[in-house]
């Protein structure tokens, strides 16, 4: 699907349909952005891993759109509630036994919100694909604490698999 336009609310259409319809799909959506040049080879994907089970079923919707040559970088946002373990450390273990290509990366936000440290994250890896589960928490929740699945949504430079 591809990213509303900012003029796209005068159309009647939601602001958030590639998130309306991940909700409702049961399946994963695939939001390209509205602007710039896309392509859909993807080589450098940005993995937001968070150890739900959103984050699984993005993973696992996504291996079919991951070429074997692809990298895969997975991005955990202030993981200090594993105190022991590494949740990005597993995972990336986990994909390079099944032969991709892989790195952890640990992203402390710094005073940013989550949705904008993964922001300049994928800038700073040089992604072209993030891969997300989307609305972590109650829909409710997200739409009144602004929610980092609608941020990136709002502000994504490149495109984004969804999954709930």
């Avoid at 349909?17 to 993807?42: K, Q, R, T, Y």
């Avoid at 989550?114 to 997300?132: G, P, Y």
């Avoid at 929740?141 to 430079?157: A, D, F, K, S, W």
């Amino acid at each position: 699907m591809a990213q509303p336009t900012p003029d796209g609310a005068a159309a009647g259409l939601p602001s958030d349909l590639p998130v309306f319809v991940a909700m409702s799909a049961g399946g994963p959506v695939l939001a390209i952005p509205f602007a710039g040049d896309v392509s859909i080879e993807f080589r450098k994907v940005m993995m937001c891993w968070n150890d739900s089970r959103e984050a699984s079923r993005a993973f696992h919707d996504s291996i079919s759109l991951i070429g074997d040559s692809a990298k895969v970088d997975v991005v955990c946002v202030d993981p200090s509630h594993a105190s022991d373990r590494d949740p990005g450390a597993e995972m990336a273990g986990h994909l390079s036994r099944h032969g991709f290509e892989t790195e952890a990366h640990k992203v402390d936000c710094e005073g940013l919100s989550v949705a904008d440290a993964l922001l300049a994250a994928s800038a700073d890896l040089e992604s072209d694909l993030i891969v997300m589960g989307a609305y972590g928490h109650a829909r409710l929740r997200e739409v009144v604490l602004g929610g980092i699945t609608r941020r990136v949504m709002q502000q994504m430079p490149v495109p984004v698999l969804l999954t709930h």
